[in-house]
């Protein structure tokens, strides 16, 4: 076993791996970039190297200044996380050449994966059935269009280097083929300097299942069994569950077969995922596989007992495997969630923001949250938007299910736009529960889990209200305390006010709602005036924004989050965020313009389809924002005519930024 390793990496996969090495005795050394000198891997860590800038490709992935690292800390072995130079063959290889251990698979088994299509030619190779389609060298527009209209539409373009979902296009039909091609090809070139793509079928509503495999330098490969990934945006997973519902052992045995199979035609040493997708009927088909530790390995190891890096540094120090593929079993069902800084409602786009408020449900036998962020934190463009993975375990799924809902809605975040509202509602959705998923899942069931916008409920008002009156109550308190003049009625806080009766309105924003809530002051309570009617309310408000309500008798407990002037209240599974406003200074606020079209977030533009004058209809794509190696299309909201363009093809924005206006052409 190695003495110290260096772990290339950040976020919540940097701190899970230096938990491991605590336990284990192993000294960590973290690297770090301006960008996280107060990050919590670098407080994880038994010391901490700054590497350079925010930008990864100077810090994170600048293979000289790690390596450097690694030597002046006289770290033994570098351990890649996920991300970043972990499937990077070329990283592997100086580490070697430097006589420090990569944590990782040899070069060469990297290389034969790294290419999705070189790939696929070497498990057709082995006998792992892969999905009808095109992986060749043949890359001109016209040959791939022919092939496309071969296989049949709808068709998959993906990046041969690619990953996360970056390079990958679905497409229809042929007329939209060329459009897509290049957008692929452009994405692609620009996040994996590799422009190369392979065409599949498209399997419509297809689970994706994985396996994980494990392989040690004496010749023993097994199987952890598998887990289901099919929920999924942007095709990138947001659910994880192993084992796989409704899977019969028979699937499962041949799947695992499959995956060992592959792991051993390549000669594979260490942790890999072999992903396939499944179709309607069980039939399943390679499609890739990951040669690296997974984000979602911890559903494994809660169902398997076993800590997948303590594998990995045993097998990485040249150990035997710990257990034997008939030592393995099952025990129970575990659930992952990822809680990203993300907008559900438009099209999950990520989100950027100060965690001002973090409030996670505690950790048992049952609960584990991997993360890497903590109250005060920022999530910037920067790095991958993923706040923190909730993991579940039970003795069956409906429980383990039970507990992932529960945890779901204790996740209290403010600050930023997260997807965890969404995520409640995908593991409350009856066919979730039933075990009915697949890969078109959230557009299936858009209607149920993206509702209409409810007016808060009385409860949400009361809350607020009482919020507020408690702390325009504490604040005057303080103001008379400090005024040395407490007995003052310019700081009686009972509701006397100079011209004024014995009540006080409150207004809140909803959106744009103006919702009024009228209390009246009473000698032990306040008397509301709440859509519902009147009720008596009366509580406690904790400094860490607890509110113990009482309302009409009922004693409620909930959480009234302050951001400035936005409050976030969670009553129950309730979850509202109101804007207290004062009608006073209402109008300053700079509404934003009908008819403008802002930036979602910072970015460059990567191509302008239309210029001032043109007509266009609600739907047609505007512009193409690139961020965070995306592409974003902005598409006209209504139709109209284009009034101005503000920038062209290459400039770079700032989110906010008003990218061009549409006019209705009067
Ligand atoms: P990446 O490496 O970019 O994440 P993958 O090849 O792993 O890309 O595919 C990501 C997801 O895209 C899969 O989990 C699945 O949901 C979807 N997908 C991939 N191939 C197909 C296909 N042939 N048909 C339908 N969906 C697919």
Redesign the pocket.
């Known amino acids: 076993m190695f003495d110290k390793i260096l772990i290339a990496n950040r976020g919540e996969i940097a701190c899970r791996v230096a938990r491991t090495c605590r336990e284990l005795g192993v000294k960590t050394v973290a690297v770090y970039s301006e960008a996280d000198v107060d990050a919590m891997h670098v407080r994880a860590c038994d010391e901490a190297w700054l590497i350079g800038p925010a930008a990864a490709r100077e810090s994170y992935l600048n293979m000289e200044r790690i390596l450097d690292v690694a030597h002046r800390s006289g770290a033994q072995a570098i351990h890649p996380g996920y991300g970043f130079l972990s499937e990077n063959a070329e990283f592997a290889r100086v580490c070697e050449k430097a006589g420090i251990v990569f944590i990782g698979p040899p070069t060469s088994a990297i290389e034969a994966m790294g290419s999705?299509s070189a790939a696929k030619a070497i498990m057709e190779k082995a006998g792992v059935p892969l999905?009808p389609g095109y992986h060749g060298d043949d890359q001109s527009p016209e040959h791939l269009a022919v092939v496309a209209d071969e296989i049949g539409y709808p068709v998959?373009i993906?990046a041969s280097a690619?990953?996360?979902?970056?390079g990958?296009r679905r497409v229809d039909s042929h007329t939209e083929f060329r459009d897509a091609l290049d957008a692929a090809k452009r994405e692609a070139a620009s996040a994996f300097g590799d422009d190369q793509v392979l065409i599949?079928?498209?399997?419509l509503q297809?689970r994706?299942v994985e396996v994980q495999v494990f392989a040690d330098t004496h010749g023993n490969t097994v199987h952890l069994f598998e887990r289901d990934?099919s929920i999924?945006r942007r095709?990138?997973k947001v659910i994880e569950e192993a084992p796989a519902p409704g899977l019969s052992q028979e699937t499962r045995d041949a799947m695992g077969t499959a995956a060992v199979a592959a792991a051993e035609a390549i000669g594979y040493v260490g942790a890999g995922t072999v992903?396939f997708?499944m179709d309607a009927r069980g039939e399943f088909f390679f499609?890739?596989m990951n040669t690296r530790l997974q984000v979602e390995h911890p559903v494994t190891e809660c169902i398997t007992g076993q800590d997948l890096v303590a594998w990995q540094l045993q097998v990485a120090g040249g150990g035997t495997l710990p257990l034997a593929q008939d030592q393995l079993r099952i025990t129970g069902h575990a659930f992952e969630a990822r809680i990203y800084a993300e907008d559900a409602e438009r099209d999950f786009l990520p989100a950027t923001g100060t965690i001002h408020h973090l409030r996670t449900p505690a950790e048992n036998r049952h609960v584990r949250i991997d993360t890497g962020v903590r109250q005060g934190d920022a999530i910037s463009v920067h790095y991958d938007p993923m706040i923190a993975k909730l993991v579940v375990w039970d003795a069956d799924r409906g429980t383990a299910l039970k507990r992932l809902r529960d945890a779901l809605h204790q996740f209290i975040i403010v600050g930023t736009t997260t997807n965890a509202a969404f995520l409640a509602r995908v593991a409350g959705h009856p066919a979730f529960v039933e075990g009915g998923v697949d890969?078109g899942f959230i557009d299936t069931y858009r209607d149920a889990l993206f509702p209409e916008a409810t007016a808060p409920s009385d409860r949400v008002l009361a809350a607020a209200a009482l919020y507020e009156l408690l702390t325009v109550d504490k604040d005057a308190e303080q103001r008379a305390t400090a005024s040395g003049d407490p007995w003052s009625p310019w700081h009686l806080t009972d509701g006397w006010r100079p011209n004024s009766d014995n009540f006080h309105t409150l207004h809140f924003l909803d959106d744009n709602t103006d919702l009024q809530v009228v209390a009246h002051y009473r000698d032990d309570c306040y008397l509301l005036e709440l859509p519902g009617g009147q009720q008596r309310v009366s509580g406690e408000l904790r400094p860490d924004g607890h509110l113990h309500l009482v309302l009409d008798g009922t004693h409620l407990d909930g959480w009234v989050l302050q951001d400035g002037s936005s409050l976030t209240i969670v009553m129950g599974e309730e979850i509202h965020r109101l804007v207290v406003h004062d009608p006073l200074t209402a109008g300053m606020e700079d509404e934003l313009r009908e008819g403008s079209l802002t930036a979602p977030m910072p970015g460059m533009i990567r191509a302008v389809h239309v210029k001032a004058g043109d007509a266009v209809k609600e739907g047609d794509a505007l512009l193409v924002l690139e961020a965070m190696k995306m592409e974003y299309t902005i598409r006209a909201f209504a139709d109209g005519v284009v009034d101005h363009v503000n920038y062209a093809a290459g400039d770079q924005v700032t989110e906010g930024a008003e990218l061009l206006a549409i006019g209705s052409g009067e």
């Open positions: 999705k999905v998959l993906k690619g990953g996360g979902g970056k990958m599949e079928k498209y399997l297809p994706h990934c999924q095709h990138q992903e997708i499609m890739e890969t």
